[in-house]
């Protein structure tokens, strides 16, 4: 959900308000979470930078033992700064900072709860927003749709920050690691954020290509199946640089 507070009063009205736990219960960050926090701001910032949200819409996060940093509400992400941190426990009750986490809280502590990921992104990109009001499934335009675990599925439209989101999320991303929100966006996760957020940027592109493909006049991309996504998923397995 875009959440447009752009101007200094509203950022200021942010850090005022606090969410869950009273000022009493909170603490200073480790030097672990202040480096994760700085890596998240980082992430936050070229999400906007590539184009896959605008102004404070999408949002971040990355866990740190039993902690979840994660962006706020409504701050410009190029006016976080360190003090800011911003983190809960996987219950949601706040135990560092001030300023109000992101709407999409329980999207976020649902995927942890559920998987060993340590990372989340969540993007409005555009050629996968439009995707996801088109079918329910993204066809199988491309053999990286096996890096995502499958078929990506779409989850069905519940309205923004509700635990019904969050629940029909997790069906669509049962044996994946990402998905398509309808009217919504998009949903990866993984062991860090470099490649949560390299597997939001794949299904972003995905999403490009089915739609130029299936937009020329007379003509229906060829797609893939099951049994061919099968074979790569086997071959990815093996893939990259060991030892």
């Known amino acids: 959900m875009a959440e447009q507070r752009g101007d200094e009063r509203d950022a200021g009205d942010a850090r005022e308000s606090g969410h869950g736990a009273g000022e009493a219960g909170r603490r200073r960050a480790h030097p672990e979470e202040a480096r994760a926090w700085e890596d998240l701001v980082?992430?936050?910032?070229r999400t906007v930078s590539d184009g896959l949200v605008v102004g404070t819409s999408g949002n971040v996060s990355v866990r740190v033992g039993d902690t979840v940093l994660v962006t706020p509400s409504g701050v410009p992400y190029d006016r976080l700064a360190p003090d800011d941190v911003t983190g809960v426990d996987l219950d949601g009750r706040q135990v560092l900072g001030t300023l109000v986490p992101t709407s999409e809280l329980p999207m976020?502590?649902?995927?942890?709860?559920?998987?060993g990921a340590l990372a989340v992104v969540h993007t409005h990109a555009v050629h996968a927003t439009a995707v996801s009001t088109l079918?329910?499934?993204?066809?199988?335009?491309?053999?990286?749709?096996?890096?995502l675990g499958g078929p990506v599925r779409v989850a069905p439209y519940?309205?923004?920050?509700?635990?019904?989101?969050?629940?029909?999320?997790?069906?669509?991303?049962?044996?994946?690691?990402?998905?398509?929100?309808?009217?919504?966006?998009?949903?990866?996760?993984?062991?860090?954020?470099?490649q949560a957020y390299d597997r939001t940027a794949q299904l972003e592109w995905m999403?490009?290509?089915?739609?130029?493909?299936?937009?020329?006049?007379?003509?229906?991309?060829?797609l893939l199946s099951r049994e061919q996504l099968t074979e790569v998923e086997e071959r990815l397995r093996g893939y990259g640089q060991r030892g």
Do not use: F, K
Request: charged share 15%; with cysteine; proline share 4%.
């Open 42 to 45: 980082t992430m936050a910032r």
């Open 108 to 115: 976020h502590l649902a995927v942890y709860r559920t998987t």
């Open 135 to 147: 079918v329910s499934e993204l066809p199988l335009i491309h053999y990286m749709a096996a890096a």
């Open 158 to 194: 519940a309205t923004y920050g509700t635990d019904e989101l969050a629940e029909n999320m997790l069906r669509a991303l049962a044996g994946r690691s990402g998905c398509l929100l309808q009217n919504h966006g998009t949903v990866t996760h993984g062991a860090t954020l470099d």
């Open 207 to 222: 999403c490009r290509l089915w739609l130029t493909a299936s937009s020329v006049p007379g003509l229906a991309p060829s």
